[in-house]
């Protein structure tokens, strides 16, 4: 039988029933390699080595399981995992980008791919363009001959800017252009960005999806003859997921569906009381009525809006310093997406080594909060935030 609603997806799909053992739940492979028989030896031969259990770098049924899951989670063709999210996002670029290609990106863009595509790619031959990515014009006219592929965040960090999906995928489709989304902030929960016509879909598995912040993972889902071809990368590469880390990811994945509607309504929940406090000067959250692009966020986050809150805080980064240090069930860790709500300030973390004024032109102002809401209950977390926010000293 077909498994339709998330909630069934996320605890059976692609469950490995072990015929000789019968255990419910998926069992840790941990072993580096297979026994070989006549079966392998012709997949070796035919060089299809992805369809057979041979060595662990290159598959494994921990991980194959795991894959399935995600595969049906995001609605893809195939799904493929990784030791981390960079990996995932690294093979990825690299598989479809070669020397004197050129992508188009964003410059708010998570601070490890940030880097990896300024520094890295440029000398492997690489170039890119970084736009503003709600500029669809912007996007348009940075488009050249050699432009191999667009790579942008469905949601963005800090400043949670929604990307307009129907429209990138239609400019792509135009000009012949791969788009690769980093799905990390939404998750398949609030939306697919497959169903839009994206090619491939990369995580940091390391947040909601695992969602218990006790393991580094990535996976990439979409379109089969791309999987193929990050496959032989990731094989070359080395950046494979161990078994039990896949184990642990496939566990986290189970209660996915229950920890984001979670998720949603603690951050709409903060959210809205933290817009009516007074000592707040701006909050950015996708579910209010004050957020920018407010229409699109309707039209495409249909379930909800994630965990992630961000605001401002008004007497600026010290008076966010104490507010961070005041909370008590709340703490400060990078990060985010697991059960236990974690904060942080962009200007003394993920945007650190930027100055002032670059932090300022793209819209980090001071005194901005990250608050990742997890899922201890709402009452809580508020009543926290509000003895933190009244002890604050300055404003
Ligand atoms: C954390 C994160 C990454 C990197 O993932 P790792 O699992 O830490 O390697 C990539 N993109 C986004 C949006 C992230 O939040």
Redesign the pocket.
Same mark, same amino acid.
């Given at each position: 039988m077909e498994y339709k609603g998330m909630s069934t997806i996320s605890v059976h799909s692609g469950e490995y029933i072990d015929e000789a053992v019968r255990a419910v739940v998926t069992p840790i492979f941990q072993s580096s390699t297979f026994l070989l028989s006549d079966k392998e030896y012709e997949r070796i031969l035919e060089g299809k080595t992805r369809q057979a259990n041979i060595y662990t770098r290159e598959g494994n049924p921990t991980r194959r399981a795991v894959e399935e899951k995600m595969k049906a989670l995001e609605r893809g063709e195939d799904a493929l995992s990784?030791s981390?999210?960079?990996?995932?996002?690294a093979a990825s670029l690299l598989s479809i980008l070669k020397k004197g290609d050129h992508l188009i990106s964003t410059f708010d863009?998570?601070g490890?791919?940030s880097v990896l595509i300024n520094r890295d790619l440029p000398s492997l031959g690489i170039e890119s363009t970084l736009v503003n990515s709600t500029d669809l014009e912007e996007i348009e006219s940075s488009i050249r001959p050699n432009t191999k592929l667009f790579f942008f965040?469905s949601l963005?960090?800090p400043l949670l800017k929604i990307l307009d999906l129907p429209k990138i995928v239609e400019i792509a489709r135009e000009h012949n252009l791969i788009t690769i989304i980093?799905n990390?902030?939404l998750t398949p929960y609030n939306l697919r960005p497959l169903e839009y016509g994206v090619d491939l879909v990369?995580?940091?598995?390391?947040?909601y999806l695992n969602g218990h912040s006790d393991i580094?993972? @990535?996976v990439v889902v979409g379109k089969k003859f791309l999987i193929d071809r990050i496959w032989e990368k990731m094989v070359r590469f080395g950046g494979s997921m161990d078994p039990h880390q896949a184990f642990l990811l496939e566990r986290g994945l189970k209660t996915f569906s229950l920890r984001m509607q979670r998720h949603n309504e603690n951050g709409r929940r903060i959210a809205e009381y933290l817009e009516r406090h007074p000592r707040i000067k701006r909050v950015i959250y996708p579910g209010l009525d004050s957020y920018p692009q407010r229409k699109l966020a309707k039209h495409l986050l249909k379930k909800g809006c994630s965990g992630m809150v961000s605001f401002e805080i008004k007497g600026g980064d010290e008076a966010g310093l104490e507010f961070m240090k005041n909370l008590k069930i709340i703490r400060q860790a990078t990060?985010? @997406?697991g059960v236990e709500s974690l904060v942080s300030m962009p200007f003394n973390t993920s945007h650190a080594d930027l100055s002032e004024e670059e932090r300022r032109r793209m819209g980090i102002n001071k005194g901005l909060v990250r608050l990742s809401c997890g899922i201890e209950d709402a009452e809580d977390l508020i009543e926290d935030i509000d003895q933190a926010l009244s002890r604050v000293s300055r404003w």
């Open positions: 990784f981390s999210g960079m990996a995932a996002i863009l998570y490890g791919s965040e963005s960090n980093d990390t902030f990369v995580h940091s598995a390391t947040k580094i993972a @990535g990060s985010l @997406g």
